[in-house]
């Protein structure tokens, strides 16, 4: 169905079969991509980075998302802005490098050259009645929220930011995102689609046959109950995990942390989700031996023992704890690949003596080269004639959730 | 033509002219591909190896033919499996690695466990309406013949295998196929179609220009007349030929070998083919001096001096002579993609240093590279706008054959 | 588009805007490459190469060109040949190597066996009512004109070569073109439509941006004024620069050298362009410290101090002064490949100790290594859903007759 128009692809989502996993096309089709992009994908306020990546005016980089390519830029202290890598002469890339440095955006090839507000300065030898103005770059939409980088690709108006992601700015004040630095990062390209990427995030049901390492940081009855949000474990295992879960959060909330879940509907923007909830007794962090990895971060005065997943969409995550935060990055890039990236944050005030890197990765990178594997193994299952869908578990609540927030996306 | 369906490609076979090779699309395109899957290649019982790959219960390979993954795995010592590498979960792999041993076929996503027999264990947590016998895997036809292992793809009921294979068990048994032992295996994929591959298999008129260690074995008169098959060659090279054939015929029947021809016509289920003549004069084997590499197979208290080509379908082949035997898969992979795959057998009783490699080898393994190269030219001069279909020779009887098999397949 | 009819492909066309760049199908998609193929590509007399390559009867090398391979062989002292490089029996190709010597053209499959005139000579073992004299190579259409190979793919006549590039015989005379030799040659493959390639070849307003060495050789005036054919710069610049070139063109005249422009209008079937100027001051030859690499070419007795730009069509480009001769092969490959091959010329009489290739290919090296990056950067930024066609400059006047003259192909 490479070439199934937008109609035949309504179709088969409005045949979907609610508690299963999607028809192999949502998986593996060209076509289904290029919706997912226009009606999905472009729609989102997607993260793409950290601020402190781009600290002076003029630095850059790039954020490959399908087949497109974004030019993050500061343009001073206060403003950073988002360009779409065309040229507006003859669609030149301007910026080629990963990232770097532009006072002013210079195209390679004729040398055009915008402000970093995106305005055309400069065009030699154009014919009288060219019009400056009306060949800015293409911008895109923008945002910086507690030191994290938004972008959002849609022509028109997207939804409004702080209606949509207000609430969560008190946690993330709490965790000191803003002022964090980057400790580590690193990439896990994965040749699945997207939607594996994230069913594969959003559900805990593999943990204890995929990540040994994951599980040994984790309470079991935690795992089961909210392993993949407020309310993706079954009934019993939620009832009995809830007065502990509440017992712990009197304590953060006294400690002076905001406490609270998010648990969007499938009807909602962007299926945001936040479950907050202790370590495992006896592990300060999540770490191999539960010893904290870095200083304490944010406004904490003291550990208060918690553990967070923040979703601001399915593309975008953060796992903190009380001494590092992890950026997930899930971009879709083509039909069967996807980037993921992670940043490792820690406090900004945290020199480098206090940190030690290979510890605060330990478990998530082993955790993420194992859903690399596992994800590709499932993609590649799917591609089989005898792929059909199948049913979900009572530990996949939150994929079932993510996929009917998808189809609504495709306008169902 | 890459979208092209069903019904165009019907007419564009019906307008095959006969005596000439066929038109373009049914060696490039990727929908003529998906159609030969659907209507032959899912349709035929092909050979996927030989059952001493998985001596013990939970063995198993993994046998790739199109965009398919089939498990291929030990029951018990009565029974072996097949089943699509396709979990009904979610669809992942359940094996990665090319072969191994599975006590149980364990899904390394979510543990979903499967017995040796397809049927589902064990799934935690899964919704009380779940109906563990519902989620079987799907199973793959396969069947054990003298040692040789067959599957077939088709969703409903496969060819009777006894019916369309019975009468070939006498000399798969003279030749010990059951007992025998995998001296070598090698592949040899091969940038081609199916077809190119299997139309270069199935004549001889390019052995004279291609290949001088395979016509150094083969007495030339012999190449000529039957080198393709018992009717392949011009109608006077096989009168000249039928006397000394038959006193071959008679020598061999004499020392216990059953003789018979099978040579059947393009209406048939699988185009099977046997062709047994005498080796070339001085020769013992098909070797470079002609001299033995491994002690007789089988049945034999003396050699023959015979030499067998034995043809399931066009996908599968067995060549053999008094000391060893050859299994070539031919396995459809892409449109212009296929793997050739090589097992030589010897004699089961046969100790390590009673076989010659290097010896045994020389012959074929310097054909098949060779074969490698002129098919993978040929679909490169296809592709081009010019290329036309051509006349057949005399000595090409058998790809003519094969081409009204095919398009007999497709429903014509 | 992928699947786009011509009927489609003319739509889009018949919407481009005068001035701006072509929309994005036209750089990106197969459908389009496709058409650019049947009507465009194959209808041109396409330079191939230099006689002196294949000196001796049986020499050849292959020239690729989109999906096609194009035998070009010597037959004999006054003739060289061109086939599709398909036997007529099956289709293999007949040469594998890129060159070589083929006494006769025999298949390495089945030894059909070809005289180098094209046709059939022997063919084994084929049916009676065979007709060889109906299975000649199928040829291609082929002229050598002062020692340059051109190709012309079409299944009918093509142009008569003589009425369209006759008058060039003059020049290319007084470069000794015919008698030179190959001092160097080196290839750019180049991953952007062949219309990219061209476009950047037929305007100088990259130049001062992109080409730091160029730039160095040449005078800015005549950059600007005629930097990509006569009459390619702005209005002003052109007014400015005529008289310096009236007075080069008398002196040059004086001394023997063929004096005149050609710049064809985009109804002219191959978009002809001659534009000799005078070299930049102190300037001998086009080299970093502007002294001769090479002995003078061709009938000069004295420099005279030119440099020529001679285009056969967009795909065949020749550059040079009075000490070598760069020849410029644009070849479309695919809809994001092209094939940039250069092959320097210099005198047939100078002996190798006379010719410094180093310092012959400063500059045009490292400008065409240049032009491959931009270019490339180039089709990387066009393929964003943001490309928009954009408005050309007053010095890219060639490109915009080329894009007419592109358009008029497609039957505009």
């Known amino acids: 169905m490479s070439d199934a128009p937008i109609e035949s692809i309504k179709r088969l989502a409005a045949n979907a079969r609610l508690g299963y996993s999607l028809e192999q096309p949502f998986y593996t089709s060209d076509a289904v991509f290029e919706a997912d992009m226009d009606h999905v994908i472009s729609q989102k306020w997607i993260m793409a980075g950290h601020v402190s990546c781009i600290p002076n005016r003029g630095d850059y980089f790039l954020y490959k998302i399908g087949g497109e390519q974004i030019i993050i830029i500061r343009e001073n202290t206060e403003s950073i802005r988002a360009f779409f890598n065309v040229c507006r002469h003859r669609g030149s890339t301007l910026c080629s490098a990963q990232s770097g440095n532009m006072p002013k955006l210079v195209c390679p090839y004729h040398a055009w050259t915008y402000e970093l507000d995106g305005r055309l300065l400069a065009a030699r030898l154009m014919p009288q009645d060219f019009d400056k103005a009306e060949n800015s770059l293409f911008a895109c939409h923008i945002r910086e929220f507690h030191g994290l980088i938004f972008i959002n690709m849609c022509e028109g108006s997207p939804p409004d930011f702080d209606a949509t992601f207000g609430d969560m700015g008190a946690i993330l004040d709490y965790h000191g995102i803003a002022d964090a630095r980057i400790a580590h990062a690193a990439s896990y390209p994965t040749a699945a689609n997207w939607k594996l990427v994230v069913e594969n995030f959003f559900e805990c049901y593999h943990c204890v046959p995929s990540h040994p390492e994951f599980c040994s940081m984790h309470a079991a009855d935690s795992l089961v109950a909210v392993g993949a949000g407020p309310s993706s474990g079954p009934a019993d295992a939620l009832i009995t995990f809830a007065p502990k879960l509440k017992a712990w959060e009197a304590q953060a909330r006294a400690l002076g942390r905001p406490i609270g879940t998010i648990d969007e509907p499938p009807e909602s923007s962007h299926l945001r989700l936040l479950m907050q909830r202790m370590n495992k007794d006896g592990y300060a962090a999540e770490t191999q031996d539960g010893t904290a990895p870095a200083p304490l971060m944010g406004k904490r005065n003291s ?31 083509g039909a069967m690949q996807s980037d993921v990236e992670m940043i490792w944050l820690v406090d900004g005030r945290a020199g480098a003596d206090q940190v030690d890197v290979d510890k605060m990765i330990w478990g998530y990178h082993a955790t993420t080269m194992q859903d690399k594997k596992i994800t590709e193994d499932n993609q590649a299952g799917i591609r089989s004639s005898r792929y059909r869908p199948g049913r979900y578990s009572d530990q996949e609540g939150s994929v079932i959730k993510f996929q009917n927030w998808y189809l609504a996306q495709l306008g169902l």
Chains 1, 2, 3 share one sequence.
């Open 303 to 333: 550990p208060d023992g918690g553990r967070m997943h923040l979703s601001f969409s399915p593309f975008s995550q953060i796992v903190a704890d009380d001494h590092f935060v992890i950026l997930f990055l899930f971009t879709p890039r």
